[in-house]
């Protein structure tokens, strides 16, 4: 069976069946084009970093936002449940404010040239905070002055009338081993380098992203949410939602 960048076809293809499951209130809603279209991608690895710069406020060249999400957490073996907001003020890497306010812990963050300081809880917030903020911040989390050296290979598929790009992701021989890449699938709008979803590579774990506007040239999802299959269980669980 065909392998793509380490992951099975077959897999892949469940993916991409998974999606069907949100086709009927699947949206992208951008308020404006794009002000340029980036040119067509020669390589998947420059699809994949015309999909970096363009999802999520970040990048070079940002200017100053502010966020506001509200997020629920499901209970698991890994974390108890909780709900709550996060705000968060950016003018740049270091210089924001963060603030999280949860049923379970409050703190605020500010970043600063000379470093973190925190009011609240002193200590690193647990990480799953800044995975469900990265969910609308950051969907795809990897560098990009890493993205050259990745394995990329990508497949073109559609479900319905959806037509993804799919690039299945992986560290090369090539990555510095700072840069810390698991192996994932990110299934783009064949149109547009805009997430539509992405997966572990068995599918067992995917997130969606729904309700998709431009801000300032980026496209940013106002809802996001991550289903986990549980073993012996009944279907995919949702392990946690962010909405802007």
């Known amino acids: ?11 892949l293809w469940r993916v991409l069946w998974l999606a069907t499951a949100i086709a009927a209130y699947s949206r992208w809603m951008p308020a404006q084009a794009p002000a340029t279209e980036p040119a067509a991608a020669a390589t998947a690895n420059e699809l994949l ?11 070079a060249g940002m200017k100053p936002w502010h966020i506001r999400v509200s997020f629920d957490v499901a209970a698991s073996f890994l974390q108890d449940a909780d709900t709550g907001t996060i705000e968060e003020w950016w003018t740049g890497p ?12 409050v703190q605020t963050e500010y970043g600063t040239e000379s470093g973190v300081r925190r ?3 002193r200590n690193d917030a647990p ?20 993205v050259a050296s990745l394995s990329v290979n990508k497949a073109e598929r559609n479900v319905g009338d959806l037509h993804f790009s799919c690039l299945a992701t992986e560290a ?24 539509r979803m ?12 729904n309700h998709i506007v431009l801000f300032e040239g980026k ?22 939602s962010v909405q802007v």
């Open 1 to 11: 069976m065909q392998r793509i960048a380490g992951v099975h076809a077959a897999s």
């Open 219 to 240: 496209y940013v999802a106002k809802q996001v949410e991550y289903l986990l299959d549980v073993p012996g269980g009944h279907g995919p669980n949702r392990i946690w």
């Open 119 to 121: 009011v609240g809880v």
């Open 94 to 105: 270091t210089h924001y404010k963060r603030s999280i306010a949860s049923k379970n812990f």
């Open 127 to 146: 990480p799953i905070y800044s995975t469900v903020l990265n969910g609308v911040i950051r969907p795809i989390n990897i560098p990009e002055d890493a």
């Open 49 to 59: 970093l015309q999909a970096v710069q363009a999802n999520g406020l970040n990048g």
């Open 172 to 195: 090369s021989k090539t990555t510095p081993s700072k840069v810390k890449v698991a192996p994932w699938i990110y299934c783009l709008d064949s149109a547009h380098p805009l997430l």
């Open 198 to 209: 992405s997966s572990s590579p068995n599918g067992s774990g995917r997130m969606f992203l």
